[in-house]
């Protein structure tokens, strides 16, 4: 396994335009978060999927963003309609929740994250 | 609500200086998990220590070393005999035991570099 892989790496658009990312977790890791990264500043979260459930969205999440996992394996973070204000990183994760009795206790395998650039 | 702060944006040092990194952090909860990431210039965050906070046990990993204090609510990070290659952003983090979707708070993150 080669980790979490997240495609493009890079992406520079227009203002207004649509973007779409894609996250490939651990392959037997059962949970999925994207968070969102700027410059100087720690990752915040956006959301998570348990399989193909999205159970939870941040406020940070506009109606211009809309992430899926149909199948519970890959993960897609659409963006619409673009603004300068979007330019980030999008970090997506994976982890198990397999034995666990707290999910507090959950540790996050990150990718290396999609960098976005609105013009 | 949740917050962690990291009050030293950037830190420099000499390679074989030891550094520690600060962090405080707030929450409600008496359950809760501390972890402290390291984000290397590839960008990838890596996961180095998770603590609960009923262990307040000091923990050294090689190097590396951690000071869980609840007293003063701060989870601080050191690095004995630094190197080059630990030049990276270093991220504390909070999760909550109640939290369901088990949602990270990051501090601001410090920048340490480390100068041959």
């Known amino acids: 396994d080669t980790g979490v892989s997240q495609d493009p790496r890079h992406k520079i658009t227009k203002r207004g335009q649509n973007v779409t990312f894609r996250c490939d977790p651990i392959?037997?890791?059962?949970?999925l978060y994207w968070y969102r990264q700027t410059l100087g500043q720690g990752p915040e979260f956006l959301t998570y999927?348990?399989?193909?459930?999205?159970?939870?969205k941040s406020r940070l999440l506009s109606d211009r963003f809309s992430a899926e996992r149909p199948k519970g394996s890959f993960s897609t973070l659409e963006i619409q309609r673009t603004e300068q204000g979007d330019s980030a990183m999008y970090l997506c994760?994976?982890?198990?929740?397999?034995?666990?009795?707290?999910?507090?206790?959950?540790?996050?395998?990150f990718g290396a994250g999609s960098r976005l650039t609105v013009l | 609500a949740q917050k962690v702060t990291q009050a030293q944006t950037e830190i420099s040092v000499v390679e074989k200086e030891d550094v520690t990194l600060d962090c405080v952090y707030e929450?409600?909860?008496?359950?809760?998990?501390l972890f402290w990431y390291k984000q290397p210039p590839s960008g990838e965050l890596v996961f180095l220590i998770r603590?609960?906070?009923?262990?307040?046990q000091n923990e050294i990993s090689g190097r590396y070393s951690w000071n869980f204090q609840k007293s003063t609510s701060s989870f601080n990070f050191t690095i004995t005999a630094s190197q080059v290659v630990d030049s990276a952003v270093y991220f504390c983090?909070?999760?909550?035991?109640?939290?369901?979707?088990?949602?990270?708070?990051f501090g601001g993150g410090t920048r340490l570099m480390v100068k041959p």
């Open positions: 392959s037997e890791h059962n949970r």
């Open positions: 983090a909070l999760s909550e035991a109640n939290n369901a979707g088990n949602m990270l708070t």
């Open positions: 999927f348990q399989n193909e459930a999205q159970l939870e």
């Open positions: 994760a994976s982890s198990s929740t397999d034995g666990l009795q707290d999910s507090g206790a959950n540790v996050l395998t």
């Open positions: 929450t409600r909860d008496t359950t809760y998990y």
């Open positions: 603590r609960n906070s009923f262990d307040e």
